[in-house]
């Protein structure tokens, strides 16, 4: 049940929160507060706000393409940018089978699992396969795809069963792309909360953008799409590393929400 707060209860927690820098305080209170059970586990959560945790790792879960997704602390929290890519690769389920029949989707570099999640309920109807490297994004991971789909711990393509390849209809990664000296640079929440490994991209930010389009002509089935989240500033490098892979790649942009998806189509 929500904690019931007096007027001035909610002000103090707004207000320790404003201090700290959060600029949505009023609104970051109010969702605190409708997941405490206590008051004393509300201050408690404030006081992790405060101190600089994400918001989504104080209340246990983001909102994500409308879906409540499970977020862990020192998991990557899904970015509602990714929402557009989720959107994209929606809109490719009909070119690639007929309605009613079940695509094979991939989730590499998952963290969460909110990106093939989100993807296989909009899609209806799928096989869903999701992958990476921290055994903690795995945990997490696989408690939200419970039911849905199937979770594997490892490096990319190390990390699939073999009985996958050359069978996935859609695959689909936010991959980190945070050049190695930019890292620095990055908000607290997301530099000292989140795992580096979710947000390095080596020394040009693409380096596993590489990785992945190297190694998805294996792994897509005959006409099956790659989709990488990056920014608009890498797309060109993102889509060398396609184009390097003999996918012939598709650069497209949101410029509500700065996002950038580069997309490519193994041939038939």
Same mark, same amino acid.
């Given at each position: 049940m929500p904690v019931s707060l007096s007027a001035s209860q909610l002000a103090s927690f707004v207000l320790t929160l404003r201090a700290a820098g959060c600029v949505y305080a009023e609104?970051?209170?109010?969702?605190?507060?409708?997941?405490?059970?206590? &008051?004393?586990?509300?201050?408690?959560? =404030?006081?992790?706000? #405060?101190?600089g945790l994400p918001l989504e790792q104080v209340l246990g879960w983001a909102d994500f393409c409308g879906l409540r997704v499970a977020v862990? &602390? +020192?998991?990557? =929290? &899904?970015?509602?940018?990714?929402?557009?890519? =989720?959107?994209? #690769? #929606?809109?490719? +389920? &009909?070119a690639i089978a007929a309605v009613g029949e079940s695509l094979v989707i991939l989730d590499m570099c998952c963290g969460s699992g909110a990106v093939g999640l989100a993807l296989a309920a909009a899609l209806g109807q799928a096989?869903?396969?999701? #992958?990476?490297?921290?055994p903690t994004a795995v945990h997490?991971?696989?408690?939200n795809l419970a039911g849905v789909g199937l979770v594997y711990e490892g490096d990319l393509y190390a990390a699939l069963p073999a009985g996958l390849r050359g069978r996935v209809d859609i695959l689909i990664a936010n991959a980190p792309y945070v050049p190695s000296a930019e890292i620095a640079l990055l908000p607290a929440e997301a530099r000292l909360h989140e795992p580096r490994v979710a947000l390095d991209g080596g020394a040009d930010g693409v380096?596993?953008?590489? +990785?992945?389009?190297a190694g998805a002509p294996d792994w897509l089935a005959p006409g099956g799409y790659l989709l990488i989240e990056t920014s608009e500033r890498q797309a060109e490098l993102t889509a060398q590393a396609f184009r390097s892979a003999g996918l012939n790649p598709q650069i497209v942009t949101d410029e509500d929400w700065s996002a950038a998806v580069v997309i490519g189509r193994r041939a038939n």
């Open positions: 609104d970051e209170a109010e969702l605190l507060a409708s997941a405490a059970d206590t &008051p004393e586990e509300l201050a408690a959560m =404030v006081s992790r706000r #405060a101190a862990e &602390p +020192g998991v990557f =929290v &899904p970015r509602r940018r990714s929402e557009f890519m =989720v959107r994209r #690769a #929606a809109e490719l +389920g &009909p096989e869903l396969h999701a #992958a990476d490297i921290d997490c991971a696989r408690a380096q596993l953008h590489r +990785g992945i389009a």
